[in-house]
Each structure stands twice: as C-alpha cells, then as structure tokens.
C-alpha cells in the first residue's frame, strides 16, 4: 500500500495538518473547522517554522497534541522551500502528517476575488485571473504531493466545514462508514457532496396547505399528509430496501463516509420528512452509523 493510501486512511487520527492551495480557495475557513475540531491552528506560518511546531506537537507531555497551519503564497519562501521541507516532515518518526489542497474553478475563483475586492497576491496590479492561472501553474508540483484534495467550487461555508467536520466523525467511528442522509432544497442547488441523489418533488407538496405552509417535515401533522398518499410509503419502502443492499458494498470497500442527499423545492417539508422516514426505515447496520441533516429546513420561509 502506498503512503498516500496509508495517510488517507488515517486522516481521522491526524496529529498534524498542513492545509494549502489556491488562493480564495477557502482556507481561512477550513482552519477555523480544524480550531472548532482541537486542533492548535496557526494561519500563514512561514514554512521554516513549520518543523518547530510539528515536533512540539509529538512532545509527550506537550499542551499542543494536535496542530494545524496554513500556508500558502502569501509566504515569500513557499514555493521553493514547502516540498523539501515537507518531505522532511513525513520522515520524522511518529507525527504522520497530512497534506489537505484546496481548489475550485476559476470562474468560482474570480468570483470570490471579485466580492471582496482584493487583488490576488501573485497579481497585485493584473486581473486577478492572470494570478490564479500563474498560482495554479506554480502549485501543481504540491498538489500531487497532498495526501487529499478538496475542490470548494460549488460549496457553502457550510459545507465546507461539514467536510472537515466529517475527519473528526471518522475518528469517533473508528471504521464505521459515517451515513449522511442529508435533506436540501434543489432551489438552492444540488449538495457538491452528495453521493447519491433522490429527489422526491413528486410527492404532494405541504406548501400549498395552509396549515402546513409554515410547519416543517418534522412535524407530525406535515408527516400525517404525506403518508395519506400510497406513493409515499412506497418510497420509504423501496429505497430503503436500495439501501440497504448498496450500504454493506459501500462498507466492504472501504468508503469511510457516504452523503445521501434527498431534495424537494424548497427543502422544508418532503424532503425532511423522507430523509427522517429513510433514517428510522435503516435501523442499525453493522458498522454503520447512520444520522440526518436538514441543510435548508430554516432557511425556507
């Protein structure tokens, strides 16, 4: 098995994070998940420093168990000294550490750059597109050497965090792959990291009762007009039998962590009640553990 392989199998257990990539790409936020997850994060440390704290973090006794940095561009010495350096890191005996490279389009790039009005650090008086493209270019020898690659294209904030998030949860499970059954609505886009895709705006729409409008799938009463249609128990049923047999392949291939994303219109009341319904229709798997999320249940008024 190759180091890369080693090293994505215990991202969980990971007691240094060295987190890089294109600028507006998203690593501000990816440290603060990591700071939310224990970890000790510093943002922009020069890559000569970096060793320092990656041997204080393997210090029995230390305060600093577990550390992540940033370090990108900004850092005049980056390009040129991050892969040897690096490299030494991975020789030095009980750290293991790991390499997160964030990406995204450029067209998503531009955009960023363009709402905050910044210029982009290896373009300060060009178009920042000239600068992504040159960052790119100068980057790609690091990005081969991550040990996983986020593309932050299409994701939230939000969702950004939950992908950090989920090193965390994999800890907790051990080897259990972790089942998200995520409940969304299509109006605000497909989730980026959905694996699987239901979408169940056949069924009859609560938002057009009165009554209903301002309830949510989890309410009893927008539950009890749902299943007064056949076709909705006929859905739990069947995909929950899909499931069900595509779950223990998942598990005997060694996914860590699946995503189910159900969608209706405005994700607030039948895709929260069938993500709830696939949830209880699952029961316990061996090895897995399965939980809900509601993405836009709170923001559909």
Known sequence: MSRTRQQRGRLAGAR???????????????????EDLGYFCVDNLPVRLIPTLARLSREAGSEISRAAVVVDVREGAFLDEFPRMYRGLRRLEGLDPVLIFLEASDDALVRRFSET??????APDRSALEGIRLERQRLAAIRRMADRTID????????????????SQEEVAGQRLIVTILSFGYKRGIPVDADLLFDVRFLPNPHFVASLRRRTGRDPAVVRYLTRSPITGEFVTRTVDLLRFLIPHYVAE??????????????????????????????????????????DVEREG
């Open 117 to 122: 009005r910044r210029p982009h650090p290896l």
């Open 152 to 167: 932050t294209t299409s994701m939230t904030v939000h969702e950004l965090r939950r992908a950090f998030m989920a090193l």
């Open 16 to 34: 240094f994070i060295v987190v890089t990539g294109l600028s507006g790409a998203g690593k501000s936020q990816a440290i603060r998940a990591l």
């Open 254 to 295: 060694g996914k860590r962590y699946l995503t189910i994303g159900v969608g209706c219109t405005g994700g607030r009341h039948r895709s929260v009640a069938m993500a709830e319904a696939l949830k209880r229709g699952l029961g316990r798997l061996d090895r897995v553990h399965v939980r809900v999320q509601h993405r």
